[in-house]
């Protein structure tokens, strides 16, 4: 398998470029390469660590820069993902850990509170399907948004030529 040492990435067999960068400087990855793992949230970061410290798998993570452009316009708690990475040779191993403490699926704090008091099936709720009514409603809905862009698009479009009818007739 290739490695990305820029990004840090894997490369797909076949792969001649990094697909994040496109970076041809690719070389057969090493086991002690570290490898990005997954980005997630402060919180999520810190239960995925501790998960490996605890399989004593060396994790590193890594944080934006502090500082940057986004911090400046304010979005530090949305941009701070850290991004986790770990040495090529525990990998897989780090993928099982991650689907063992549910870090695998999209990320939801209610799923490991469940996970850790042990009722994960009893007291997870499905989702409820909407009823039938609700259902009616949003399509009744959809309809009369679709109707009223409809509307606004040939009434914008009526406007439009009327416009340029004029300004045409200014000009000539
Ligand atoms: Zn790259």
Redesign the pocket.
């Known amino acids: 398998m290739l490695y990305?040492p820029?990004?840090q990435?894997l490369c797909k067999k076949g792969e001649s470029r990094?697909p994040?960068?496109?970076?041809k400087k690719l070389r057969p990855v090493q086991p002690t390469d570290p490898i990005l793992l997954l980005t997630a949230s402060k919180q999520e970061c810190a239960r995925i660590t501790t998960a490996f410290q605890d399989a004593e798998i060396p994790c590193t993570v890594r944080w934006p820069g502090s500082g940057g452009l986004m911090n400046l316009l304010g979005g530090t708690n949305r941009t701070a993902d850290g991004r986790i990475f770990v040495p090529f040779s525990a990998i897989s191993q780090c993928r099982r850990i991650l689907q063992s403490i549910g870090a695998l699926k999209a990320e939801d704090e209610k799923d490991s509170l469940s996970g850790r008091t042990g009722g994960s099936k009893g007291k997870e709720e499905p989702p409820v399907p909407m009823s039938r009514g609700k259902r009616t409603a949003v399509r009744i809905f959809s309809v009369i948004l679709f109707i009223f862009l409809v509307w606004a698009v040939v009434n914008l479009a009526d406007d439009l030529t009327d416009c340029i009818r004029n300004m045409l007739q200014i000009t000539y």
């Open positions: 990305c820029r990004c990435i990094c994040s960068c496109g970076s």
